[in-house]
Protein backbone atom coordinates (compact mmCIF):
# COMPACT_ATOMS: atom_id res chain seq x y z
CA UNK A 1 0.00 0.00 0.00
CA UNK A 2 1.43 3.35 -0.85
CA UNK A 3 1.99 5.77 1.90
CA UNK A 4 2.72 9.39 1.83
CA UNK A 5 4.71 11.74 4.50
CA UNK A 6 4.48 15.29 4.44
CA UNK A 7 7.34 17.54 5.71
CA UNK A 8 8.72 21.06 5.74
CA UNK A 9 6.51 22.58 7.72
CA UNK A 10 6.75 25.20 10.41
CA UNK A 11 6.68 28.54 12.02
CA UNK A 12 7.50 32.02 9.74
CA UNK A 13 6.45 35.52 9.77
CA UNK A 14 4.26 36.59 7.07
CA UNK A 15 5.59 37.30 4.28
CA UNK A 16 8.28 35.06 4.54
CA UNK A 17 8.64 31.18 2.44
CA UNK A 18 8.14 27.67 2.73
CA UNK A 19 8.75 24.41 0.51
CA UNK A 20 6.79 21.55 1.65
CA UNK A 21 7.75 18.13 0.35
CA UNK A 22 5.81 14.79 0.08
CA UNK A 23 7.13 11.63 -0.40
CA UNK A 24 5.60 8.61 -1.56
CA UNK A 25 6.37 4.98 -0.73
CA UNK A 26 5.07 1.62 -1.32
CA UNK A 27 3.95 -0.15 -4.61
CA UNK A 28 4.57 1.38 -7.66
CA UNK A 29 3.01 4.84 -7.80
CA UNK A 30 1.19 6.21 -10.64
CA UNK A 31 -1.60 8.65 -10.02
CA UNK A 32 -2.95 10.60 -12.74
CA UNK A 33 -1.85 13.81 -10.83
CA UNK A 34 -1.15 14.72 -7.32
CA UNK A 35 -1.66 18.00 -5.42
CA UNK A 36 -1.15 19.40 -1.79
CA UNK A 37 -4.48 20.42 0.53
CA UNK A 38 -4.85 22.19 3.73
CA UNK A 39 -6.91 22.38 6.50
CA UNK A 40 -7.23 25.37 8.46
CA UNK A 41 -8.81 25.12 12.10
CA UNK A 42 -12.57 24.53 12.32
CA UNK A 43 -12.53 25.01 8.27
CA UNK A 44 -13.56 22.34 5.58
CA UNK A 45 -10.15 21.05 3.71
CA UNK A 46 -9.40 23.15 0.83
CA UNK A 47 -6.94 21.73 -2.55
CA UNK A 48 -4.55 24.46 -2.81
CA UNK A 49 -2.55 23.07 -6.23
CA UNK A 50 -2.10 20.23 -8.06
CA UNK A 51 0.59 18.71 -10.70
CA UNK A 52 -0.85 16.34 -13.51
CA UNK A 53 2.21 13.16 -12.54
CA UNK A 54 3.21 12.87 -16.25
CA UNK A 55 3.01 16.13 -17.62
CA UNK A 56 2.73 19.85 -16.63
CA UNK A 57 0.03 20.77 -16.10
CA UNK A 58 -0.83 22.33 -13.00
CA UNK A 59 -3.54 24.29 -10.82
CA UNK A 60 -3.57 27.13 -8.10
CA UNK A 61 -6.15 27.93 -5.94
CA UNK A 62 -6.72 31.52 -5.97
CA UNK A 63 -6.16 32.27 -2.39
CA UNK A 64 -2.16 30.93 -3.05
CA UNK A 65 -2.19 31.91 -6.89
CA UNK A 66 1.12 33.76 -7.66
CA UNK A 67 2.32 32.80 -4.10
CA UNK A 68 2.77 29.09 -4.50
CA UNK A 69 5.08 26.63 -7.54
CA UNK A 70 3.94 22.86 -7.05
CA UNK A 71 6.27 20.72 -9.02
CA UNK A 72 7.12 16.93 -8.90
CA UNK A 73 10.09 14.35 -8.77
CA UNK A 74 8.15 11.18 -10.46
CA UNK A 75 11.49 9.11 -10.14
CA UNK A 76 11.90 10.06 -6.32
CA UNK A 77 7.95 9.55 -6.06
CA UNK A 78 7.91 13.07 -4.84
CA UNK A 79 5.45 16.21 -4.35
CA UNK A 80 6.49 19.76 -3.31
CA UNK A 81 5.02 23.13 -2.78
CA UNK A 82 6.75 26.04 -2.64
CA UNK A 83 5.21 28.93 -0.88
CA UNK A 84 6.21 33.11 -1.01
CA UNK A 85 4.82 36.04 0.67
CA UNK A 86 3.10 33.67 3.52
CA UNK A 87 0.29 35.10 4.90
CA UNK A 88 -1.18 34.31 8.32
CA UNK A 89 -4.55 32.98 6.34
CA UNK A 90 -2.13 30.16 4.89
CA UNK A 91 -1.74 28.81 8.90
CA UNK A 92 -3.36 25.22 8.12
CA UNK A 93 -2.20 21.79 8.24
CA UNK A 94 -0.72 20.69 4.34
CA UNK A 95 -1.09 17.15 3.04
CA UNK A 96 -0.91 15.74 0.07
CA UNK A 97 -2.77 12.78 -1.92
CA UNK A 98 -4.08 12.08 -5.46
CA UNK A 99 -5.96 15.08 -7.41
CA UNK A 100 -8.80 16.12 -7.77
CA UNK A 101 -10.22 13.42 -6.06
CA UNK A 102 -8.35 12.31 -2.96
CA UNK A 103 -7.91 8.97 -1.73
CA UNK A 104 -9.15 7.99 1.61
CA UNK A 105 -6.51 5.74 2.43
CA UNK A 106 -3.57 7.94 1.27
CA UNK A 107 -4.08 11.19 3.64
CA UNK A 108 -0.85 11.04 6.00
CA UNK A 109 -0.29 13.27 8.97
CA UNK A 110 0.08 16.46 7.18
CA UNK A 111 2.55 19.15 8.07
CA UNK A 112 1.68 21.98 10.38
CA UNK A 113 2.24 26.04 8.70
CA UNK A 114 1.91 28.28 10.96
CA UNK A 115 2.51 31.78 10.04
CA UNK A 116 2.73 34.70 12.67
CA UNK A 117 1.38 38.47 11.94
Known amino acids: QVQVVESGGGLVQAGGSLRLSCAAS????????MGWFRQAPGKEIEAVAA????????YYADSVKGRATISSDNAKNSLYLEMNSLKPEDTAVYYC??????????WGQGTQVTVSS
Open 51 to 58: VSWHGSNT
Open 26 to 33: GRSFTPLA
Open 97 to 106: NTDPVPTTTL
